[in-house]
């Protein structure tokens, strides 16, 4: 399996290449050359796995450049109840006859990002080890991939991390995640602006080559595609347990900000996975939901996206979303390539002659919440069905419910858990969110963060000071 870029301006890699350097050289992201299938007889012959070895199983169709008895060590050495708080890793929950939760927030950051990114700790080290390389990961974060990303790298050989996030942009929680770990290969940047400020800031750094070669940037946030792939396991996951036959269909709804964790169920569904509808749920940043509803994409400037009480999705820019668009425009990077010129240019592109594909073709429905949605949900759903959900996952859930079909199971994946937003959890419900016994003290740790205005060559002379060569 060779991977190609979304604007199609480079020559084809290898897995452990694109691992290593996340965005690709022309601007554009990673995407495998060809989707791989999955058979009706192989998705049976998957149920008896554990996750650990259902992941193996399905990054071996994209990892084809390691050997699989590696990747299995690897997802082995990852999945395990230790980390994870239980032997099945990924439970599902059940609401109600309508929804079922998928908890992907069992992890030590208590949100999805750990899923992949436990993994990729892992499999940067073993591909590190095997190049005699070291790597500087730049990433920017809205909340909790950097925690997610911090957990699973610090202390990795070869591997430092530089993460940028916007100020006084995260819950409490959040913050004191990051900001207590002292491992010397961490560094916490708490940059003035907003989460797509920090994003373009990464991009600019990353599309500098140069600068890029010298330095050996990667990525861990979602444009690195191994965190996508690591991800697709899950609906796999998923699937097998909410259904009982071949070709039973499930739809999914995903909350989503920067278009990662849905594009790992459209690629997913491309790959054969049996999935009715991608319900796509925004907060008020729904810049997303009016592209799957108009068909036109306008991104929202820094001082137009609004700080909410789901933080996480609080992004106007989706990074992910180009590999979408590859997808609609048939596979033309040419075409994907003009579309970013453009909207560069005037702010927006319009793709509305192609609407009815987004659910006919891709499966793909949209639909948003506000504070005030969020709050009732939380609050409805821990009275009636006596379970606590963060305001990512309530976003979702509030969605979910506009979509369900008699027959056709309604699978939301769960985002994080309530202890990382008890200021609005409070509100909700009158009572704080409980916090894991292991977690209790986070708030009385002492901190390590560098704030600084949102200005390139500023972090770029920070990470110039602080890598170790």
Known sequence: ?????????????????????????????ALPETIP??????????????YADLVAEVLSLFATDIPKEDLQALTRKTYTSDVFGSEAIVPLKKLDDSITLVGLSEGPTLA?????????????????????????????TSGDTGSAAEYALRGKKGVNVFMLSPYG??????????????????HNLSVHGVFDDCQDVVKALSNDLAFKEKYRLGAVNSINFARI??????????????TNTSGQEVSFTVPSGNFGNILSGHLARLMGLPIRRLVLATNENNVLEEFFKTGIYRPRASEQTYATSSPSMDI???????????????????KVKALWDTLAKQGYFDLSDLKPEFESKFGFVAGSSS????????????????????????????????????????????????????????????????????????????????????????IRAYMVANIEQ
């Open 371 to 458: 504070h005030a949605d969020r709050l009732d949900t939380i609050k409805q759903e821990y009275e009636q069905n006596h379970y606590l959900l963060d305001p990512h996952t309530a976003d979702g859930v509030k969605v979910a419910r506009e979509f369900v079909e008699e027959g056709i199971p309604m699978l939301v994946l769960e985002t994080a858990l309530p202890a990382k937003f008890t200021e609005t959890i409070q509100e909700a419900i009158g009572q704080a969110a409980p916090v894991p016994a292991h977690l209790a003290d986070l708030h009385n740790l002492p901190q390590r963060v560098e704030v600084m205005d949102c200005d390139v060559e500023q």
């Open 37 to 50: 299938q999955v058979s009706s007889e192989t998705l049976e012959q998957w149920r008896s796995l554990s």
């Open 112 to 140: 999805f990002k750990d899923m992949a990114m436990q993994f990729l700790g892992n499999i940067f080290e073993y591909v590190l080890a095997k190049r005699g390389l070291r790597i500087n990961i730049l990433g920017a």
């Open 229 to 242: 792939s690591a991800q697709i396991a899950y609906y796999f996951w998923a699937w097998l347990r909410a």
């Open 169 to 186: 942009r995260m819950s409490d929680f959040q913050r004191a995640q990051m900001f207590s770990l002292q491992d010397k290969n961490i």
């Open 1 to 29: 399996m060779k991977y190609i870029s979304t604007r199609g301006g480079v020559a084809a890699e290898a897995f452990s290449d694109i691992l290593l350097e996340g965005l690709m050289r022309d601007g554009g992201l």
């Open 316 to 334: 106007s820019k989706a990074s992910n979303f180009e590999r979408f668009v590859y997808h609609l425009l048939d596979n033309d990077g040419a």
